[in-house]
């Protein structure tokens, strides 16, 4: 009898384990765990094409995530894509004049929606409309790698926390490394969205190492490679004093989109020359 | 002589599926009269689920840390070490996890249920219960297949959950992965619908229900002898691990 | 057909029963009434079919032709249910004890008993440890059967066989390894049976001296037929050559000590003797 009630027992646990591995599959290495479950209002955007962008994609604000895409359809009598964007409460103050675009996570990443924060003083509400959108843009061209990549930092001798503020953090999370001359010197403790402010604070926790970093040092949001992820660099000032636990950072460097910076060397690589080129191109055009 | 003999080997092997086949009909018809037996599945649940544990769990671990190793370095060409925790969590959730499981469950689980039922037949063990009125495919059958069935998918889940672990301990601790950037980017891509159920969940049912029936199939019609139980066992393997990999092929292209 | 035996006296009629094996003729027309109340004993060559008779009375193998009357049913055309609810009735003891190996003894004599019954614990324990004090294995209850000996595995299957009380009991080779001790317990514990329960009993054996003890008849069986029947003690002299040959123990006579073969000396590579 015992040694049956001992089989029941153990049989017991391992369905419980059993299922306490699958919650965990399920709840911890899922998008599941990137969801919020509190409360949303929708917004509705409307984008000539969305690419590759699908239900669920989530919607950033200088790269933090504040909500996702709720559904997509194709508006009614026009060939335009129907994009409604569920966005959490918390984040309720985004300018009505602000622009959502259709970016891509890396080159090879998912596509998700942008929102760049605009000047008026209304404020969006439940059910309003983003007017001013940018649609996805292709991406045909592989470029190479700019930026080694590098080991994370491990903080052995405790650290200090400093603070500063991007204009847009690309995909930075909580935990990305942060690196001086290449080196990881710590890590990003938090990013976070400041409601009502147009840009994201970030907090860095730099190992007490190296606390011989002056306080008018700047610090930029770069990728690792290509596809890698992205981290903080600091390079250093010239001032005499050096920074201390809760110093913000004066400047910084944000994050470059991918198509801003394909934009760029397009630009740039057409040269002066082709520059006449493509305004005679366009002022014909317009001509006939 | 050639061909007559491919033409046997043929013949035979659609012989065993066609019986087979009928054989899985015979058990699922006896899985409602089972119902009476639910402390023999438990008992059988001990057996080929908790038991398998072990194993499960080690090779699990292993499997996590050979990824991890191998996609480093074959990421850090691309300069993608950041994608290390996405794709090692999606090979072990798509493909590892459901097909090494069930590998490892044929050969642990699967043969001993063969060895176990062909020799309760040769010992006539089988043809006692037939005689205490206590029909066998309800009582030995079924809760063996029951069992199977349920233990595959959580000893799956434990192993995607080992092998994501290994997967960390060698690209976070040993590679100095970045923490943050191995979960991150593996919660981003990683759809508890597409990856987890239909990769873990329904692959590792599927797995479950088949080697249960070739391991419980192999032993009800194992010649009673003790070479008779060796083929059986040897050939419960061998059909097992034949049948996991095509039937991944088609579940593969089904469900994904 | 024995058109004098009521139904009620006969409680195993076999008429007619033919069964082929492996192209081997098991069974030819085989006719046998086993009365109800009465120890039988079948006896004959090893491999002519004793085995598989049992296994035919039972329902675990069917014959090419005849009829399997147990208790005024027809065995061949029970339904799976009918024939569960008749094999609750009937207690088999195996040549070789086919004790379930995952179970220790007691849980071995427990096991019809929780299958069909809902007992109390207790209930069961005194029913298993009766039937164990029975066949003198009381002691033994909490071994596995990897622990016991071939004689001690018998008599636990035996106990096992009559757990329920039943109509009827067969036995396949029950003295096969007892000392003379179990021997006469067990000898002691089957007459028991049959008088104080009326439990027919139909017994394979080979030990003619244990079954003069206990069996009422004996049938005779070889090359697929009944060939002699009578009372335990006048069988040896009826005068019947099969009889002469079986218990005399001798080579040649009607049954072939040889299984069917060619010929001998061919077999061996001799050149064949002209005539
Ligand atoms: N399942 C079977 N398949 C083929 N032949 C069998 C089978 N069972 C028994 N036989 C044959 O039937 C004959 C009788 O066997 P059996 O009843 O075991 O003899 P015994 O009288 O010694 O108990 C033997 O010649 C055996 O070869
Ligand atoms: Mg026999």
Same mark, same amino acid.
């Given at each position: 009898m015992s040694q049956r009630k001992s089989y029941a027992v153990g049989t017991g646990l391992f369905i419980v384990l059993g299922f306490a591995a699958l919650g965990y599959l399920a709840t911890q290495t899922s998008s599941v765990a990137n969801r919020h479950h509190g409360a949303t209002y929708t917004v509705d955007a409307k984008f000539e094409n969305i690419g590759q962008l699908k239900e669920r994609a989530p919607v950033k604000i200088a790269g933090v995530?504040?909500?996702?895409?709720?559904?997509?359809?194709?508006?009614?009598?026009?060939?335009?894509? $129907?994009?409604?964007?569920?966005?959490?409460?918390?984040?309720?103050?985004?300018?009505?004049?602000?622009?959502?675009?259709?970016?891509?996570?890396?080159?090879?990443?998912?596509?998700?929606?942008?929102?760049?924060?605009?000047?008026?003083?209304?404020?969006?509400?439940?059910?309003?409309?983003l007017g001013l959108t940018r649609s996805s843009q292709p991406l045909e061209e592989m470029l190479g790698k700019f930026f080694g990549a590098g080991g994370g930092a491990d903080a052995i001798g405790g650290s200090y926390d400093v603070t500063a503020r991007f204009s847009n953090v690309g995909t930075l999370s909580a935990g990305s490394p942060v690196k001086m001359a290449g080196v990881a010197i710590g890590r990003v403790l938090s990013v976070q969205a400041e409601p009502g402010k147009l840009d994201a604070l970030v907090t860095l926790a730099i190992d007490n190492r190296y606390n011989q970093i002056p306080d008018d040092s700047s610090a930029a949001v770069f990728t690792s490679?290509?596809?890698?992820?992205?981290?903080?660099?600091?390079?250093?000032?010239?001032?005499? $004093?050096m920074l201390k636990n809760g110093d913000e950072m004066i400047l910084t460097q944000s994050a470059m989109q991918l198509e801003d910076l394909i934009g760029k060397f397009l630009v740039n690589g057409s040269g002066s020359g082709d520059k006449k080129d493509s305004g005679s191109s366009a002022t014909p055009a317009g001509k006939h | 002589m050639n061909a007559r003999v491919d033409d046997n080997v043929v013949s035979r092997s659609l012989a065993q599926i066609g019986e087979c086949g009928l054989f899985l009909l015979k058990v699922l018809a006896a899985i409602p009269r089972s119902g009476r037996y639910a402390r023999e599945t438990v008992r059988q649940l001990w057996f080929v689920g908790a038991m398998s544990l072990t194993i499960i769990m080690t090779c699990g671990l292993f499997v996590g840390m050979v990824l991890g190793l191998q996609l480093y370095h074959v990421l850090s060409i691309f300069g993608g070490t950041a994608a290390t925790g996405t794709v090692v969590a999606l090979s072990i959730y798509r493909e590892l996890g459901p097909v090494v499981t069930a590998l490892l469950f044929a050969g642990r689980a699967g043969t001993a249920v063969t060895a176990e039922i062909g020799l309760m037949r040769a010992t006539d063990q089988i043809a006692a219960m037939e005689l205490m009125a206590v029909d066998p495919l309800a009582y030995v059958a079924a809760p063996r297949f029951l069992a199977g069935l349920i233990a595959m998918p959580l000893l799956c889940c434990v192993f995607c959950a080992l092998g994501i672990f290994g997967g960390h301990l060698v690209g976070v601790s040993w590679l100095g992965i970045d923490n943050g950037t191995f979960w991150s980017n593996m919660t981003d891509t990683v759809e508890v619908w597409q990856d987890i159920v239909n990769g873990v969940i329904w692959k590792s049912l599927a797995f479950g229900a088949v080697v249960a029936?070739?391991?419980?199939?192999?032993?009800?019609?194992?010649?009673?002898?003790?070479?008779?139980?060796?083929?059986?066992?040897?050939?419960?393997?061998v059909a097992s691990s034949i049948a996991i990999l095509a039937l991944d092929f088609v579940l593969t292209a089904f469900l994904m | @057909?024995?058109?004098?035996?009521?139904?009620?006296?006969?409680?195993?009629?076999?008429?007619?029963?033919?069964?082929?094996?492996?192209?081997?003729?098991?069974?030819?027309?085989?006719?046998?009434?086993?009365?109800?109340?009465?120890?039988?004993?079948?006896?004959?060559?090893?491999?002519?079919?004793?085995?598989?008779?049992?296994?035919?009375?039972?329902?675990?193998?069917?014959?090419?032709?005849?009829?399997?009357?147990?208790?005024?049913?027809?065995?061949?055309?029970?339904?799976?249910?009918?024939?569960?609810?008749?094999?609750?009735?009937?207690?088999?003891?195996?040549?070789?004890?086919?004790?379930?190996?995952?179970?220790?003894?007691?849980?071995?004599?427990?096991?019809?008993?929780?299958?069909?019954?809902?007992?109390?614990?207790?209930?069961?324990?005194?029913?298993?440890?009766?039937?164990?004090?029975?066949?003198?294995?009381?002691?033994?209850?909490?071994? @596995?059967?990897?622990?016991?000996?071939?004689?001690?595995?018998?008599?636990?299957?035996?106990?096992?066989?009559?757990?329920?009380?039943? @109509?009827?009991?067969?036995?396949?080779?029950?003295?096969?390894?007892?000392?003379?001790?179990?021997?006469?317990?067990?000898?002691?514990?089957?007459?028991?049976?049959?008088?104080?329960?009326?439990?027919?009993?139909?017994?394979?054996?080979?030990?003619?001296?244990?079954?003069?003890?206990?069996?009422?008849?004996?049938?005779?069986?070889?090359?697929?037929?009944?060939?002699?029947?009578?009372?335990?003690?006048?069988?040896?002299?009826?005068?019947?050559?099969w009889t002469r040959q079986f218990f005399g123990g001798e080579a040649d006579g009607p049954v072939p000590f040889q299984y069917p073969a060619g010929d001998y000396a061919e077999a061996l590579g001799f050149p064949r003797a002209k005539a």
């Open positions: 995530r504040v909500g996702e895409v709720a559904s997509i359809a194709l508006a009614k009598g026009a060939p335009v894509a $129907d994009v409604k964007l569920a966005i959490d409460k918390r984040y309720a103050d985004i300018p009505v004049d602000s622009v959502a675009t259709v970016f891509t996570s890396g080159l090879l990443g998912d596509q998700y929606v942008g929102i760049e924060y605009g000047h008026a003083r209304q404020y969006i509400a439940d059910g309003g409309k490679g290509l596809i890698g992820s992205q981290y903080v660099a600091i390079q250093p000032g010239g001032s005499p $004093d | 029936l070739i391991a419980v199939f192999q032993g009800y019609t194992a010649p009673p002898t003790s070479e008779g139980v060796a083929y059986a066992t040897t050939r419960t393997v | @057909m024995n058109a004098a035996a009521s139904p009620d006296d006969t409680l195993i009629r076999i008429r007619g029963l033919t069964t082929v094996l492996n192209g081997k003729k098991v069974f030819d027309a085989l006719d046998l009434d086993i009365p109800r109340g009465k120890i039988t004993a079948i006896m004959g060559p090893s491999g002519t079919g004793k085995t598989t008779l049992l296994k035919h009375i039972t329902g675990q193998m069917h014959g090419d032709a005849g009829q399997i009357a147990v208790d005024g049913k027809n065995v061949p055309e029970l339904s799976r249910e009918a024939l569960y609810g008749l094999r609750e009735k009937i207690g088999y003891l195996f040549q070789n004890s086919a004790l379930l190996t995952d179970f220790d003894v007691f849980e071995n004599v427990a096991f019809p008993l929780r299958q069909h019954t809902r007992l109390p614990e207790v209930l069961i324990r005194n029913i298993v440890l009766t039937k164990l004090q029975a066949v003198g294995l009381r002691g033994a209850a909490r071994l @596995m059967p990897s622990e016991l000996s071939g004689g001690m595995a018998r008599r636990v299957a035996l106990a096992r066989a009559i757990v329920f009380d039943p @109509m009827l009991i067969l036995y396949d080779e029950p003295f096969v390894g007892l000392d003379p001790i179990a021997l006469n317990q067990v000898l002691k514990l089957i007459r028991t049976l049959n008088e104080t329960l009326g439990i027919t009993s139909v017994l394979v054996a080979h030990e003619l001296s244990a079954i003069q003890r206990v069996a009422d008849r004996i049938c005779l069986i070889a090359n697929g037929k009944i060939v002699a029947e009578g009372d335990p003690h006048g069988i040896e002299n009826d005068g019947s050559p």
